[in-house]
């Protein structure tokens, strides 16, 4: 049974950055073709693509916001973290993760986590 | 970047009814695309992959069809669980892009 859990701060102030934590089970970030991902959706909006870390560390961004974020990997804990510098208003939204297999559903998002809202307010 | 244009943005329709989404992608994707549904609330749940593949566990009277640039995603019967936002997705390559929604309302 796979799942995953997004953690980290709800409210952030301008300027800050964002870390947020994807714990996961039930896969193995070390298997051939996995991958984690995080989407983001602000209130009433379209879901948006942020990041992507594959099982051998290759790393994908948003273009739009690829100066702003980083995704790193923890296999041993199974774990995905994903930062946001300098965070702003229009950064509010209910971010979360899911995981991707390349081998056995060409790469959708076949399994989320309940995602994590966060506001970005002083 | 690969733009996805869902039509309609949104449609009212009744229980029994057949209900037609569609997704066209600004290039070829072949068959890398992916179909969600999103409740109030609640994380999108992935129903179709690689165009037509029914996600386990998903109703059968959800279909998908398409390759290329556009596709389709068919609900053969609405049923009152089905009104939601439906999303297509691409997975051909990054960065990945999602459709805008199609929310499906009771008329």
């Known amino acids: 049974q796979i799942t995953l859990k997004e953690s980290g701060l709800t409210l952030v102030k301008p300027s800050q950055t964002l870390t947020l934590t994807c714990s996961f089970s039930?896969?193995?970030?070390?298997?051939?073709?996995?991958?984690v991902g995080w989407i983001r959706q602000p209130p009433g909006k379209a879901l948006e693509w942020l990041a992507l870390i594959f099982w051998d560390d290759d790393k994908r961004y948003s273009p739009s916001l690829k100066n702003r974020l980083t995704i790193s990997k923890d296999t041993s804990r199974n774990q995905v973290v994903l930062s946001m510098t300098n965070m702003d208003p229009v950064d509010t939204a209910t971010y979360y993760c899911?995981?991707?297999?390349?081998?056995?559903?060409?790469?959708?998002?076949?399994?989320w986590g309940q995602g994590a809202p966060v506001t970005v307010s002083s | 970047d690969i733009q996805l244009t869902q039509s309609p943005s949104s449609l009212s329709a009744s229980v029994g009814d057949r209900v037609t989404i569609t997704c066209r992608a600004s290039?070829?994707?072949?068959?890398?695309l992916n179909w969600y549904q999103q409740k109030p609330g609640k994380a999108p749940n992935l129903l179709i992959y690689a165009a037509f593949k029914l996600q386990s566990g998903v109703p059968s009277r959800f279909s998908g069809s398409g390759s290329g640039t556009d596709f389709t995603l068919t609900i053969s019967s609405l049923e009152p669980d089905d009104f939601a936002t439906y999303y297509c997705?691409?997975?051909?390559?990054?960065?990945?892009?999602f459709g805008q929604g199609t929310k499906v309302e009771i008329k």
């Open positions: 997705q691409q997975s051909h390559s990054t960065p990945r892009t």
């Open positions: 899911a995981q991707t297999d390349l081998m056995r559903n060409v790469g959708a998002f076949g399994y």
């Open positions: 290039q070829i994707i072949d068959n890398y």
């Open positions: 039930g896969f193995s970030l070390t298997t051939t073709g996995v991958g």
